[in-house]
Nanobody
Framework: QVQVMESGGGLVQTGGSLRLSCVVS????????MSWYRQTPEKQRELVAR???????IYPDSAKGRFTISRDNAKNTAYLQMNSLTTEDTAVYYC???????????????WGQGTQVTVSS
């Protein structure tokens, strides 16, 4: 079973920073894209950042200039550095990993359980 585990959420004041981590279990062949999404009770889950194995990154306008995604392929880990946080960033943040479990196998997406980020005013 592939496991995806997020950590690093918490409570921070407006203008503060947080760094989220996402670790994918090592019983896999390779990981392609790793992505961060967020969701609130009022909104659908939305993409926050994505990084491919090549290092190419994608950000929506809401994250550009404030959030930075990175990865350590040797550790099967992705990070999300979030700066200049506002109350609008309050959400549960989920990590998604696109994984190939065996060489030549199909790619599948796996989700973590989420980590709460709360930004207070």
């Amino acid at each position: 079973q592939v496991q995806v585990m997020e950590s690093g959420g918490g409570l921070v004041q407006t203008g503060g920073s947080l760094r989220l981590s996402c670790v994918v279990s090592r019983n896999i062949f390779t990981t392609d894209a790793m992505s961060w999404y967020r969701q609130t009770p009022e909104k659908q889950r939305e993409l926050v950042a994505r990084i491919y194995a090549s290092g190419t990154t994608i950000y929506p306008d809401s994250a550009k200039g404030r959030f930075t995604i990175s990865r350590d392929n040797a550790k099967n880990t992705a990070y999300l550095q979030m700066n200049s946080l506002t109350t609008e960033d309050t959400a549960v943040y989920y990590c998604q990993a696109r994984v190939q479990r065996t060489r030549g196998g199909m790619y599948q997406e796996y989700w973590g359980q989420g980590t709460q980020v709360t930004v207070s005013s």
